[in-house]
């Protein structure tokens, strides 16, 4: 009795062809180890290398935008007007820090969430060059439509208040109107060209840069 030829069909490598061995008495199992003989390259290995560099994608857009925004900015301001945190001892400071406090806690609690919800549900990151790539509703955007933008200037008020800066201050009020003018004037309109319809009615719905206190049912 002969031998079988698709059994004995190897490739350039020496290696079993996996065009014929791919067939309805083969189970799922066995086509992913038999890919793995092949390649020797696990999907589990695909997979980690995937979330490794989504990582890397968010990571280098939070450096980029909100780290120097929020971070390295002020710092340099703390610096440069001699400024450093303390407690209050009045009680106008006392409450200005914690309100300062208050801000801090929403600001973050925005920021982190919207990030959460770019790179789930959006399927992107916060850094223009890398948008996401599906309309994103849900979470944070029920409240306000740039949570992330919103959560920064949060963040920067809450760092005037807690240390009674006045150049602090006026960053995080400088950083508040370039937003207010530049997402109407260039992020929307691209927004409304990729989503369409479904943006501009979540628009009518939804606040541009102030958080509403009850989510949108959208």
Known sequence: MGANP??????????????VAIGPRFMQTDLLSRARALTGVRIADVVVKSRGFVLVRHLFAIAALPFVVAVLIPTWLA???????????TAPYVLAQIAGVCLLTIGLSLFVSSLRRFAGDGQGTLAPWDPPRRLVVSGPYRYVRNPMISGVVFVLLAEALMLVSQPHATWALTVFAVNAVYIPLFEEPQLKQRFGRSYIEYCEHVPRLVPRFRPEAY
């Open 6 to 19: 698709a059994k004995n069909k190897r490739n350039e490598h020496g290696k079993p062809d996996i065009a």
């Open 79 to 89: 610096r440069r007007n001699h400024i450093a945190l303390a407690l209050g001892v």
